[in-house]
């Protein structure tokens, strides 16, 4: 027996399908791995230690089928994964190889392989089908087998197996000086118009009939080599006479029914998986040790007598033009018999547009509940079309009746001679098959997956009916609240309504109103207007995707003022448009975006041609995996503007219909995305980058060319900004931290991965926005410079030592599922505390000047610093940074009495949070004072620095889980 689940199905930010096939504890996975399947994964508790192999479906693509494969193999390195095999169509090798400049892991050996032959393990047989594969002429064979042999080389030193790297190894470094930055490898196949998609049959073993040693022992039949005799066919004469056969000790061998996974994205291939033997018989073991492989492009029979290749379960991917019940379709699906199963529809139709991460969606329901001007409600849309009912299965999952069988209509009728059965290719549909028979279940997850697309609003309610009953106070200050968000909405919307109408009249260039004056950051000097510029937290969390956060992306949005023939921006009529600097940009950007803003040109597309500049400080996968999607998306978001405007007959030109994208990043982010070029014709077009140490001091070793210098010319112009700055982070080999100054004085300042830099804070001096790593709490200092990050107080420091008045932190370690436990004390008082730090020489300026007149100062600070810690979906202006603080009780207590328990995972991550030695007090540097009450202060607070009892008490795991804020 073997258990077949849907473990991933396609949502608007997860545009992946996974099949995930469990044998005694052994997993193996079928599909699309794309952004954002690490994290589905992980929170449906689904552990990547199991994983043995990979089996990859489709065409080569990095957006919607590989594109969270890079993530998945690092963490399952990380869990302690020996070995794992991946397979694919030719590309697949070099597609791995394309990630050496960021993926590299010693202790795991990963065999990636073309699937050109049947795959054989202890547990099933894979047939590899190449739907539409046409013979490519365009590489002479010596060259092809050269390049086989230099990616089989350059995967040998991405996953070398000698144990030897340590936990500070460099990567970035490593990468740098094992492969030169300026070869790039070709792909063996570019066609990608013309490639083939791959599909599978996957044939379990036929399991062996079990020996009845019972009955062996009542017929007296000896322990020794003769019950191996029997069991291996041969016959044995008792002493009385009786001959005992093989057939009267061992049950009949049991034939499990095969699943088959069909990746049809055109008609093209549609054509040629008609002509397909889908039935065709699967050699065993010893004969594939014979030779003998499945023949799917024949009819003819093996030699032999063996079981019809009866089919349990077919997976139907399907792209957009192959409609499962068109006449031709429905022909298809029909000649596999009603001994089929189930037929798994997989169409973009078909599919519910449900929520993908629902644990995240919890958290998102409780921010906003408190505060939601901050947090939009996430997107989600049902199924554009339902199962013809004739095909549903006559007795459904509890799951697919719920949303195949709406409440207020009958139950189908049962439909005698049924020629298939087929329901909705839904996350968290389950088979158990066993021999003949298959049982279909549907885990807690199909509830999920298919009920929240309308449960969301009803989640918010709960919780607040819930707040309601155990803190009538607090709850009273939501609803004050709430109600004043939505009278500033419909004061917004009539105000919209009026600037539509035309009854303000035109707004001129040369006679702006006040108001308008306040709005763009290019309309005045007025530092007040700056409180317009707003923030987009797309992900927050590092290394890793876990449950609550993703991996870190951040949107800055800019308000610009234009002439009034440029009328673009947030109501009609009114002269301004945004444009948008997007910092670092991990897996599942471009998702998350579309899961927060919806689809559409007034949805995730605007946001996506809002961006102008893209700055990645470094390429370690967390910051910089979700860029080529990103890219992406964002030229079709125009293609489809251009077609939106063509159609309005609307043929002047925008500012918005520029499509350039300034990338300034490490060279190598240019250069993986000139490899995946060849698969994706124009990429790059609109995309002028720009080398960050072309922006470094003198003193940093800087490159100039004239190139640069012109592309920097027209991104000053484009984006009024004089000048920017950036400095070598204390991180990793080619790792920038760099701050922006526009003409009309605002500054914005981004750390990157860094411990603190005090070349950083010289280049950042007086900024207006500091968006700045925090990725550990203080208990974890030590930990924070072995790993070369900075913890929460040193963000502080920085900022107090820049002097910013604006400080947004981000990039928290994914051990804190809510975040770190800030609110235990004040900026002030973690500043004056900083003294109690044993700091490396990279923070040792932090703790310099720490006289009575600094505490002062830096107390006054305190009082003017506006602060905000980030939230996965968060959006908030400048000039409301400060309000965080007066919702963090509702939010404390919303998270240790509301929200569900962590999973066990992300539990042990929470309370693994003790560091490795602790921070020590320090003996007194230069004479400086210790403020010993302050240490035991912070010490007694600190979530690292649990007592026993505290630890082993459920209560108060659940107290440190509300607590994390």
Not at 4 to 16: E, F, K, S, W
Not at 152 to 180: C, H, Q, W
Not at 550 to 579: C, H, M, Q, S
Not at 953 to 958: E, I, N, W
Request: proline residues 6%.
């Amino acid at each position: 027996m073997f258990t077949a689940r849907i473990a991933v199905h396609p949502t608007t930010d997860l545009p992946g399908t996974l099949l995930q096939c469990d044998f005694s504890g052994h997993r193996f996975l079928f599909g699309r791995v794309a952004e954002g399947t690490q994290r589905a994964l992980l929170s449906r508790g689904s552990k990547l230690s199991r994983a043995r192999q990979i089996f990859m479906t489709g065409q080569t693509s990095f957006v919607d089928q590989m594109g969270g494969l890079p993530g998945l193999l690092l963490s399952a390195a990380d869990q302690g994964l020996q070995q794992l095999g991946i397979y694919g169509d030719k590309n697949i090798a070099w597609a791995v190889a394309t990630l050496r400049h960021a993926v590299f892991r010693d202790s795991i050996d990963i065999a990636v392989r073309h699937a050109a032959e049947d795959i054989v393990n202890d547990f099933m047989t894979v047939v590899p089908v190449a739907l539409g594969a046409q013979e490519d002429r365009s590489v002479s064979p010596d060259d092809a087998k050269a390049l086989d042999e230099y990616i089989a080389n350059v995967l040998n030193a991405m996953f070398p197996l000698t144990k030897k790297s340590g936990n500070n190894f460099d990567e970035i470094a490593y990468a740098a000086k094992r492969f030169s930055k300026d070869q790039l490898i070709r792909a063996p196949d570019v066609r990608r118009d013309k490639g083939p998609s791959m599909s599978y049959i996957i044939q379990p073993h036929t399991v062996r009939g079990k020996f009845n040693g019972r009955k062996a022992d009542e017929l007296g039949i000896p322990k020794d080599n003769t019950r191996n005799s029997i069991i291996s066919g041969n016959s044995y004469t008792l002493p009385d006479g009786r001959v005992v056969t093989t057939e009267m000790l061992v049950d009949p061998d049991q034939y499990i029914k095969r699943l088959i996974y069909l990746d049809i994205p055109t008609l093209r291939h549609f054509e040629d998986a008609k002509k397909k033997n889908w039935l065709a018989d699967v050699p065993t073991s010893a004969e594939h040790k014979m030779g003998m492989r499945t023949n799917v492009d024949s009819l003819d029979r093996l030699p032999g007598t063996r079981s019809v290749g009866a089919v349990s379960v077919i997976v139907h991917q399907l792209g957009l033009e192959v409609h499962p019940f068109s006449s031709e379709y429905t022909e298809f699906m029909k000649q596999f018999g009603p001994d089929c199963e189930k037929h798994v529809i997989g169409h973009p139709d078909y599919i519910p547009d449900s929520i993908s991460h629902t644990r995240s969606a919890h958290l998102n329901a409780a921010l906003r509940l408190v505060s939601p001007e901050n947090f939009n409600q996430l997107y989600t849309a049902r199924a554009k079309s339902q199962i013809p009912k004739k095909y549903l299965p006559l007795t459904p999952p509890p799951a697919v009746a719920r949303i195949t069988q709406p409440s207020n209509s009958p139950s189908p009728e049962p439909i005698d001679n049924q020629e298939f059965r087929a329901i909705p290719l839904v996350t968290g549909i389950e088979y158990r098959v066993k021999g003949s028979t298959i049982e279909s279940t549907a885990s807690e997850f199909a509830q999920d997956a298919l009920t929240n697309y309308a449960a969301l609003a009803d989640m918010q309610e709960e919780l607040l009916s819930d707040i309601m009953v155990r803190a009538p106070d607090l709850a009273e200050r939501i609803k004050v609240s709430q109600d004043k968000y939505y009278k500033r909405q419909e004061r917004h919307m009539a105000r919209r309504r009026r600037y539509a109408s035309g009854t303000t009249g035109e707004v001129s260039s040369s006679s702006s109103s006040s108001e308008n004056e306040s709005e763009g950051i290019a309309v005045s000097e007025d530092k007040k207007a700056f409180g317009n510029v707003s923030i987009i937290a797309v992900g927050t969390g590092s290394a890793v995707p876990a449950v609550f956060r993703n991996v870190i992306g951040t949107i800055v949005r800019l308000p610009f003022y234009e002439p009034p023939n440029y009328k673009r921006t947030y109501w009609k009529d009114a002269p301004f448009i945004t444009k948008s600097i997007l910092f670092d940009c991990g897996e599942s950007t471009v998702g998350n975006l579309a899961r927060m803003f919806g689809p559409g040109p007034d949805g995730v597309d605007q946001k996506l041609r809002e961006v102008k500049l893209a700055f990645i400080s470094h390429m370690h996968g967390d910051h910089h995996f979700g860029l080529l999607s990103f890219v992406k998306a964002r030229q079709e978001a125009f293609t489809r503007y251009r077609i939106q405007r063509l159609s309005e007959a609307n043929l002047s030109d925008t500012p918005m219909d520029d499509n350039t994208l300034y990338l300034v990043a490490p060279q190598m982010a240019v250069g993986w995305l000139e490899e995946w070029e060849q698969i994706y014709p124009g990429l790059l077009d609109g995309v002028r980058f720009i080398d960050a140490r072309f922006f470094l001091r003198e003193q940093e070793s800087p490159i100039y060319t004239p190139h640069f210098a012109s592309v920097f010319s027209d991104l000053s112009q484009s984006l009024n900004i004089a000048t920017i700055r950036v400095v070598k982070a204390v991180h990793c080999l080619d790792s920038y931290s760099g701050s922006i100054e526009f003409h009309n004085g605002f500054k914005l300042s981004y750390s990157g991965d860094t411990r603190p830099n005090e070349n950083f804070v010289d280049i950042g001096k007086n900024t207006s926005l500091l968006i700045h790593e925090a990725t550990m709490d203080d208990p974890l200092l030590a930990d924070a410079i072995s790993k070369r990050h900075s913890t929460v107080s040193e963000a502080l420091g920085v900022a107090r030592h820049m002097n910013a008045r604006n400080l947004f932190l981000t990039h928290f370690s994914q051990r804190y599922p809510v975040s770190p436990r800030f609110f235990a004390a004040s900026a002030g008082e973690r500043l004056s505390g900083m003294r109690g730090l044993r700091e490396d020489r990279h923070g040792m300026f932090l703790l310099r000047n720490m006289s009575s007149v600094f505490q002062e100062d830096a107390e006054n600070w305190n009082r003017s610093l506006k602060l905000t810690l980030a939230y996965d979906g968060m959006m908030i202006k400048m000039k409301d940074m400060h309000k965080q603080g007066a919702w963090t009780d509702v939010l404390r207590f919303v998270f240790r009495n509301l929200l569900t328990e962590p999973e066990e995972e992300s539990d042990e991550l929470l309370l693994s949070q003790k560091p490795t030695k602790g921070p020590t007090p320090p003996k007194a540097r230069g004479g400086a004072p210790w403020d010993k009450n302050a240490w035991k202060k912070r010490k007694r607070d600190s979530p690292g620095f649990l007592d026993t009892a505290e630890q082993g008490d459920a209560a108060s795991r659940s107290a440190v889980a509300g607590n994390a804020l």
